[in-house]
Each structure stands twice: as C-alpha cells, then as structure tokens.
C-alpha cells in the first residue's frame, strides 16, 4: 500500500514585496536616469563600453569581477589597471605561471581568486580557441570559480545578455524597497530577490542596469546612514514609508493606494502585509530607532575562530631572510611566508614547543632557538579566523645548514626587496613592518643612550664623585 505523502505547501509572498508592470518601468527608468548623471568612472566600465571585441570586454569586466569580491572598488582599481597593463589579453593571462599572478595578486587577499583567474585563462585559451563563452550558463559551465552571480555580471555588462544579478548591495535595495524582512540568506529570500532582480532588469541596458542597481546601493542605499533624502525611489519604498514622518508616510501611502493589485489594492496598513507572509519583518523585530536600517535581516554571524602560531624571522648577515612556500592547496595556498609553527590556544608549554620546532624541523642551533628575540604579537583576519602570529627574530652568523618541513614546497633567501616583489601574503608584510619598526626603535634608543649597557660595563661618575678624593691604598 502506497501512503500518501502530503507535500509542504509554497511559502506565501504578498504584493507588498512585488513590483507591478508599472512600478517596474518607472523603477528601471528612475534608476538608469541615475546611474548616467552620477556613475563612478570605472576603468573595467570604460573598457566594457568602449571595447568592440567581445571576449576583450568578457576578459576585462571577469577579472574586475573576480577582484571586487571581498575586496572594496577603491582597493581593486590600481590592481586591476596593473594587471591589464602586465596581461592585457586572456591569452596573456594563459602564459604567465601561477608565481607570477600571484605575485601581482599580492595584498588583494583570497588567493584562490588568483589560481581560478589563470586557470580559467588556461581553459579559455587551450579548449575554447581563446573565445569567452557567450551566455551566462556557458560561463558558468567553463570558467573555474564562476557562479550565479559573477556569471550574471560578466554576461549582462559584457555580453549583453538580459539577466539580473543579486549581490550584497542589491539585496539591501530590494530588502528595504519591497519591505523584505525575511533572513536574506536563506534559499527562499535569495530566489525572491533573484526573481526581482530578472524582472527588473533592462532589456536593451542590462549591463547599466545591473550597474546601476550595484552602484546604488553601494552609494546612496548604503548599510548605514541612507540618503533617502535624496533617493529617486523614495516614493516606492517600503521602510521608508514605515519609518518616515507623517507627511512622508501620507505620500507614499498615496503611491501604494493607486498600484495596479488586485488582491490588494488598499495602502499598506502595518509591518505586515498580510498575516501569512513569509517575506513580512514581524512586529516584534521592528525597531523604530533604526529606521530603514531595520532591513536588510541577516542570519547571527558566526563567531571567528581564534588561531595562534608562532612565526619566526631568520635574518643572515647580510640582511636576507629564510621564506618558505606553502602547499599548493588550502589557504594562502602557493604564497611565501616566514618559517611558522602552529601553536595550541592555552598551552603553557608554548615556547618550549617553538624551541624544540626550531631544533627539529628548521635545524636552528638551539642557543640560537631558545635566545630568540620576542618582536610583537601580529593579528590578521581571514574570513572566519582571528589569526595572532606571535613573532620572533633570530640572528644567523651561518645561513647553510637550515631545513624546512616537508608541508612546504620549498625554501629560498630573500633580500628584503625580494619580498616585496614575491608572492606574500599580507599578514606575512605585517609581520615584516613589525620586526622593521621594533629594529628602528632599538636604533633611536641607541642613539638616545637609552640600551642597557652590559654588566662589565664601567658606571659614569657622579658629579659628586669627582669632587670626592679616592681613599688611599693601605
């Protein structure tokens, strides 16, 4: 006997986080009107709306789009204008060896951006006779690390192609334009506002519409302090009508009184648009002081992670310094760093862990290991981690002799230039500024006088003392 299995039924979405056909042409022609006054000049932008080969223009705005996620615009501009200068053309790309993309990539963090961006170059070049793939899917399909978003980008603002895309600034739009309370980052909020952002989108402008939707929110419906004084969707606003005075409220009220929905047609009368509503921020969750800062709703963060290691600087006589080279997969993946060991959170056998790591996995001489020189604690954030390198410094006369565990790839000396230049990470230049700045204190201290003088040193007299007649030998 079969049982019958009842089916969960659909979540229910009111009008009130919809647009109507009408509402959609004035939004996409107020938004686009924006955008052509008030754009940021882009170099990506420029070579998107100038460049008449397509897979130039698709090779461009995916390294743009690769760089930008994570990582702010005003970060990503003189590395982007860097890279295209060294590799103009996919092909370029193609040819370069993972050492050298990463050494332009350093800084921008997120490595694995870097080793997806060659290997896509790779892929392009060798299986697709260096075309791009002509639509989002394809992008998707073909090019490492592309996914629903990026693949929506690159195909609307290179291609042309009639898609929206949703990324953290367009979400916060349509949280608060549409009064979406719901935890955005659930499966069910993301189609919805996915589901927007493809009727939105502008047939003829998709690549400026997407734009303009991301520029928006990035500059004037931002995370904290909105100009809603300002805004050109104002009058479509949700949160604005819930949060604004009553002479504001009345106008918008007005607006959503004359929308074009049947099932509901009168103006919208609380936090909820109706009792049922799966997209409605609940009465209870509303918080008059923060205004149409109440959406976007998020999920409760998760806490950072709390590592510690121990990172030491081998310097030889000459100034060059040991750097090794991580594994080839797993974070900070390829990059030089400093001769590290992990250390356990509580341990109160730390350093002589670190002595005896020094001894056995680097061959440093253990009076050199245990009379290391404490630099400074040095704290780095990777995406869920809280990373504190305890940071030491260690004197070689002998550079010859030293090992490295078998998890690196290998070892070489570096002047400090030479690190500069090579594939490091941020945290690894951090490290570096804090052993300089701990070597040009002790330098101002010795000029001032003020290094403690070693015992045998002779005390200077008092001027008391000179006047006092030494006693005489008997």
């Given at each position: 006997m079969?049982k019958?299995?009842?089916k969960a039924?659909a979540a229910?979405?009111?009008s009130?986080h919809?647009?109507?056909?009408d509402?959609?042409v004035?939004?996409r022609?107020k938004?686009l009107?924006?955008y052509?006054?008030?754009?940021?000049v882009?170099?990506?932008?420029?070579i998107?709306a100038?460049?008449?080969?397509?897979?130039?223009?698709?090779?461009?705005?995916w390294?743009?789009?690769?760089m930008?996620q994570?990582?702010?615009v005003s970060?990503?501009v003189?590395?982007?204008v860097?890279?295209m200068?060294?590799?103009p053309?996919?092909?370029?790309l193609?040819?370069a060896t993972l050492?050298?993309?990463n050494?332009?990539w350093?800084?921008?963090?997120y490595?694995?951006?870097a080793?997806?961006?060659?290997?896509?170059?790779v892929k392009?070049?060798?299986e697709?006779?260096?075309?791009f793939p002509?639509?989002r899917?394809?992008l998707i399909?073909?090019l490492?690390?592309?996914?629903?978003?990026s693949g929506s980008?690159i195909?609307s603002?290179?291609?042309g192609?009639?898609v929206g895309?949703?990324?953290?600034?367009?979400?916060?739009?349509?949280?608060?334009?549409?009064g979406?309370g719901?935890d955005i980052?659930?499966?069910s909020t993301t189609?919805?506002?996915w589901?927007?952002?493809?009727?939105l989108?502008?047939?003829d402008r998709?690549g400026?519409?997407?734009?303009?939707?991301?520029e928006?929110?990035?500059?004037?419906?931002?995370p904290?302090n909105?100009s809603?004084n300002?805004c050109p969707?104002s009058?479509?606003c949700?949160s604005?009508?819930?949060?604004g005075?009553?002479q504001?409220?009345?106008?918008?009220t007005n607006?959503?009184k004359?929308?074009k929905m049947p099932?509901?047609?009168s103006?919208?009368p609380?936090?909820?648009?109706l009792?049922e509503?799966a997209?409605?921020?609940?009465?209870?969750?509303w918080?008059?002081?923060?205004?149409?800062?109440n959406?976007?709703?998020?999920?409760?963060k998760?806490?950072?992670?709390?590592k510690a290691?121990?990172?030491?600087?081998l310097q030889?006589?000459s100034?060059?310094?040991?750097l090794?080279?991580?594994?080839?997969?797993g974070?900070l993946?390829n990059?030089w760093?400093f001769?590290s060991?992990?250390l356990?959170d509580g341990?109160?056998?730390?350093?002589?862990e670190?002595?005896?790591?020094?001894?056995?996995q680097f061959?440093?001489p253990?009076s050199?290991s245990?009379?290391?020189i404490?630099?400074a604690?040095?704290?780095?954030?990777f995406s869920?981690?809280?990373?504190?390198?305890?940071v030491?410094?260690i004197l070689?006369?002998?550079?010859k002799?030293l090992?490295?565990?078998s998890r690196?790839?290998?070892?070489?000396?570096?002047?400090?230039?030479?690190?500069v230049?090579s594939?490091t990470?941020?945290?690894m230049k951090?490290?570096?500024?804090?052993?300089?700045?701990?070597e040009?204190k002790?330098?101002?201290?010795?000029?001032?006088?003020?290094?403690?003088?070693s015992?045998?040193?002779?005390?200077q007299k008092?001027?008391s003392?000179f006047?006092?007649a030494a006693?005489?030998?008997k």
């Amino acid at each position: 006997m079969v049982k019958n299995v009842k089916k969960a039924s659909a979540a229910v979405i009111g009008s009130l986080h919809q647009f109507t056909e009408d509402e959609v042409v004035t939004v996409r022609q107020k938004l686009l009107t924006w955008y052509d006054a008030n754009h940021r000049v882009l170099p990506w932008r420029t070579i998107a709306a100038t460049e008449p080969d397509r897979s130039k223009r698709a090779y461009a705005v995916w390294v743009s789009e690769i760089m930008l996620q994570q990582t702010q615009v005003s970060t990503v501009v003189s590395y982007f204008v860097k890279w295209m200068a060294k590799w103009p053309t996919v092909e370029d790309l193609a040819r370069a060896t993972l050492e050298e993309v990463n050494q332009v990539w350093a800084g921008l963090g997120y490595y694995s951006r870097a080793r997806r961006l060659h290997e896509g170059a790779v892929k392009v070049v060798k299986e697709l006779d260096g075309e791009f793939p002509d639509d989002r899917d394809s992008l998707i399909q073909h090019l490492p690390g592309i996914g629903r978003y990026s693949g929506s980008a690159i195909a609307s603002i290179a291609l042309g192609c009639g898609v929206g895309v949703v990324d953290g600034n367009v979400n916060r739009v349509f949280a608060r334009v549409r009064g979406i309370g719901a935890d955005i980052t659930l499966q069910s909020t993301t189609e919805h506002m996915w589901t927007l952002a493809n009727q939105l989108v502008d047939s003829d402008r998709p690549g400026d519409f997407n734009q303009a939707m991301m520029e928006f929110g990035a500059t004037v419906c931002t995370p904290k302090n909105p100009s809603c004084n300002s805004c050109p969707l104002s009058v479509h606003c949700v949160s604005h009508h819930r949060s604004g005075d009553q002479q504001e409220r009345a106008s918008i009220t007005n607006h959503f009184k004359k929308r074009k929905m049947p099932s509901e047609s009168s103006a919208v009368p609380d936090i909820e648009c109706l009792p049922e509503c799966a997209l409605c921020l609940r009465k209870e969750d509303w918080d008059s002081s923060l205004g149409v800062q109440n959406y976007p709703r998020k999920a409760q963060k998760t806490q950072s992670r709390q590592k510690a290691s121990a990172v030491v600087v081998l310097q030889g006589n000459s100034g060059e310094m040991l750097l090794v080279q991580r594994p080839k997969k797993g974070l900070l993946a390829n990059l030089w760093e400093f001769p590290s060991i992990a250390l356990t959170d509580g341990d109160s056998h730390q350093e002589k862990e670190v002595t005896e790591q020094l001894i056995n996995q680097f061959a440093v001489p253990s009076s050199l290991s245990s009379s290391r020189i404490f630099v400074a604690d040095v704290i780095h954030i990777f995406s869920h981690i809280r990373q504190t390198y305890k940071v030491y410094k260690i004197l070689l006369d002998d550079q010859k002799g030293l090992t490295w565990p078998s998890r690196y790839q290998g070892g070489q000396w570096m002047t400090r230039k030479e690190f500069v230049t090579s594939a490091t990470s941020t945290a690894m230049k951090k490290v570096l500024k804090a052993v300089e700045v701990s070597e040009e204190k002790n330098k101002n201290e010795k000029k001032m006088g003020l290094v403690e003088k070693s015992p045998d040193t002779k005390k200077q007299k008092t001027i008391s003392q000179f006047f006092t007649a030494a006693p005489k030998k008997k």
